[in-house]
């Protein structure tokens, strides 16, 4: 066996031709014995496996420079840089993450789990070295579906500026997470189908030196390419064409479904618990079964998402039913909430579907776009929780300090079925503001009433339940343990604040004459956000105030619970924490 041998990307290149070529078989069948354990990127590692190995065999990491664009498919480069054993042996699959890590090997320069980013960052060591006077390579990895993302291409057109040694490795397998959408892929199919012959060509008409490998899985093709770039003193791009899933027949058939997912039957490739929850009432699914009705209803209703359809349960079928209704702008998320901006503003009704992670990427078109100009879009985020992901590139919980700031946003935060429905009602068919829903992520609580709320005046609280001395206000995915609080201490007051973006000041004022203590719960950052706002309310009155929430971190791969009481949230220590406060 040759990968038990492999410590570092040196040992590598001691091996023939026909002994890579083994080593090749060895990484996949690790690969897929772990994917099919443990779950994780299936699709992206498959197809990368072959010109990973090149990379490393050809370039010397870590003096050469390798960035990994979004780095979903750097499974194998972390089997090849001294972290084999995580793929090997099972007791320490959880021992690496799932993403580049500066913290786990000299190997890794980046922490990255957004895309296009990769690039971007390629041109500043290499800009960073051309200043010292160093000579490394400097080579950005980046998929095709990444390729589209708005910094992809800006990174992209400043690659000619450096006029240096710069290595753009494009791994195109003509998909994204789903299937790709834009014009540019017109350009790389035109370019696959002449063998990269094709009379337009779009990284030389941005200046760059260009190359093709047809077989980007033929490991001596592959070599060969990187050989002959290797030491160049001017930018190029090497196009390589992939397929994703390589060697396993399952996900080169269904790639979408095998991008990412759970453990499987590697014979037949059947997903042991998929979790997919097609049948199962969630939010997710109640807002596809919500979005296909008002299609249908109203031809000015638009759906947008930005590359990732299945994380919003919009399978190829529901995508089908959409129509022309569903638009895809592929992963470019700025260019989605300027889109919904600009459909809004002519009679459209825009919603724009985004996980809170990706949404950070949407800031100034947020402000600037959409909120300046008080265009009436809808955007539902999901994933707003740490209930949701939990790793350190991938987090949802910023979401509350970063957009219930800016003006004219209206962000709500519904805690049942019935009130989410009623928003979105409103949100979509409303004039007047921009609207977000904090799309819940805990299980589906149904009064059985429907909500007749007019969410048009904006900031009024919910309370639902009437007490003294301690008042409870929980927001969003918290509302639940405010709920089991607030009945564990009876007569206390609970109240759900429903809107993020603006206090009921006129309840607030009311809360002064009967009551001691304001305890505020919300699933998010706990500086900056929600509850501080109450804190500065009652600043100089005689009501105290406790804020709950998260600390600003990074966490990685945390355990909920464990995480939770790291944060001094949990029922029995907020009751506790009460009780101290009131006998001060």
């Known amino acids: 066996m040759y990968l038990e041998k492999i410590n570092s990307p040196s040992d590598v290149k001691k091996l023939s031709i026909d002994e890579l070529k083994e080593l090749v078989v060895e990484l996949r069948t690790y690969l897929l014995k772990r994917l099919s354990e443990k779950g994780g990127h299936i699709g992206p590692n498959l197809g990368s496996l072959e010109f990973t190995v090149a990379l490393h065999y050809v370039f010397d990491s870590p003096k050469d420079k390798i960035v990994f664009d979004v780095s979903h498919q750097t499974y194998v480069h972390k089997m090849l840089t001294g972290r084999k054993d995580a793929f090997m042996i099972p007791e320490k699959y959880e021992s690496v993450t799932g993403f580049t890590s500066p913290k786990e090997s000299k190997h890794d320069l980046f922490t990255i789990g957004h895309t296009s980013t990769s690039i971007s960052l390629a041109c500043g060591l290499a800009k960073a070295r051309d200043l010292k006077g160093d000579n490394e390579n400097i080579i950005a990895v980046i998929g095709d579906g990444s390729l589209g993302g708005g910094e992809a291409l800006e990174g992209l057109n400043n690659v000619f500026e450096l006029k240096s040694n710069m290595i753009v490795v494009i791994n195109d397998n003509d998909q994204s997470i789903a299937e790709n959408h834009g014009g540019l892929y017109k350009n790389l199919y035109d370019l696959r189908k002449t063998k990269g012959k094709a009379e337009d060509n779009l990284f030389k008409a941005m200046g760059l030196d260009y190359i093709y490998v047809d077989d980007g899985n033929d490991i001596e093709e592959l070599i060969s390419a990187f050989k002959s770039v290797k030491d160049l003193k001017n930018p190029i791009v090497v196009h390589i064409s992939t397929t994703k899933g390589k060697g396993f027949k399952p996900a080169e058939i269904n790639r979408e479904k095998f991008h990412y997912g759970a453990p499987f039957d590697i014979e037949t490739g059947d997903f042991k618990n998929f979790g997919n929850g097609q049948n199962v009432e969630n939010y997710k699914n109640l807002t596809v079964d919500y979005l296909l009705n008002a299609i249908k209803k109203d031809k000015t209703v638009a759906v947008l998402n930005a590359g990732t359809p299945g994380a919003f349960r919009f399978s190829k079928e529901i995508r089908e039913k959409m129509g022309k209704q569903y638009i895809d702008v592929g992963i470019a998320e700025e260019h989605a909430v300027a889109m919904s901006s600009g459909l809004a503003k002519n009679g ?113 609280s919910k309370v639902t339940k009437k007490g003294k001395d301690v008042a409870i206000i929980a927001l969003s995915n918290f509302y639940n343990l405010g709920k089991e609080i607030a009945d564990e201490l009876g007569d206390v007051t609970l109240i759900n604040p429903v809107y993020i973006t603006g206090l009921d000041e006129e309840l607030l004022e009311e809360l002064k004459e009967s009551h001691k203590l304001v305890i505020t719960l919300e699933d998010s950052v706990i500086e900056g956000g929600f509850g501080e706002k109450i804190a500065r309310f009652f600043g100089t009155s005689d009501v105290k105030v406790k804020n709950y929430g998260i600390k600003k971190s990074f966490p990685d791969r945390f355990i909920v619970e464990e995480f939770l009481i790291e944060n001094g949230i949990s029922k029995d220590l907020i009751i506790n924490d009460i009780k101290e406060i009131l006998n001060k």
């Open 348 to 460: 459209a009704k825009p919603v724009f579907c985004v996980y809170s992670t990706f949404m950070q990427r949407t800031y100034d078109q947020i402000s600037h776009d959409l909120c300046l100009n008080n265009n009436p879009a809808l955007i539902l985020v999901y994933g707003a929780s740490i209930y949701e992901e939990s790793d350190a590139t991938h987090l949802g919980f910023f979401d509350i300090p970063m957009i219930s700031n800016i003006p004219n946003l209206v962000y709500l935060a519904p805690t049942n079925k019935e009130e989410y429905f009623k928003m979105l009602d409103w949100g979509l068919n409303q004039t007047e503001h921009p609207v977000a829903i904090r799309v819940p992520v805990v299980d589906v609580v149904s009064t059985g009433e429907a909500d007749k709320t007019d969410y048009s005046i904006l900031n009024k």
